[in-house]
C-alpha cells in the first residue's frame, strides 16, 4: 500500500491514504496477478476503452465525453512515465472527474 501511495503522490502530494486503498482494494487481484495487468498502456486504444468503460463510467458515473477528456489529461500528465501504475492512473482520473469523493 505504502508504494502505491507513494507513486500518486508524486502527482499529489496531498493525496489521500484512505482514496487511494479503496483503489487498491477495489483492483484486488488483478494489480497481483501479472506486471501488465497492473499498468495502463496509453498507446493501446483497447485499454484505454476499459479504462472509460468500467472505472470512469461505471465506477464513477462520469459520461463518455468526460472520461475521454480525464484519461487524456491523465495520459498527458504521465506521459514521461515509460511505465504507468494503473492505481496512479485511475487516482488522477477520478481526481480529474471530480469523483475522488465517489470513491
Not at 496477478?33 to 461505471?58: F, I, N
Not at 468526460?66 to 487524456?72: E, F, L, R, V
Request: hydrophobic residues 40%.
Amino acid at each position: 500500500m505504502a508504494d502505491y501511495l507513494a507513486e500518486v503522490q508524486r502527482y499529489d502530494a496531498k493525496a489521500d491514504a484512505a482514496i487511494v486503498d479503496k483503489i487498491v482494494k477495489h483492483l484486488g487481484i488483478a494489480l497481483r496477478s501479472s506486471r501488465d495487468a497492473a499498468l495502463v498502456s496509453c498507446s493501446d486504444p483497447k485499454e484505454l476503452d476499459r479504462v472509460r468503460e468500467k472505472w470512469c463510467m461505471k465506477k464513477l458515473g462520469a459520461d463518455e465525453d468526460a472520461s475521454n477528456a480525464a484519461i487524456k489529461a491523465v495520459c498527458e500528465t504521465m506521459k514521461g512515465d515509460r511505465q504507468k501504475g494503473r492505481v496512479t492512473f485511475y487516482y488522477l482520473a477520478a481526481k480529474e472527474l471530480g469523483k475522488l469523493d465517489v470513491l
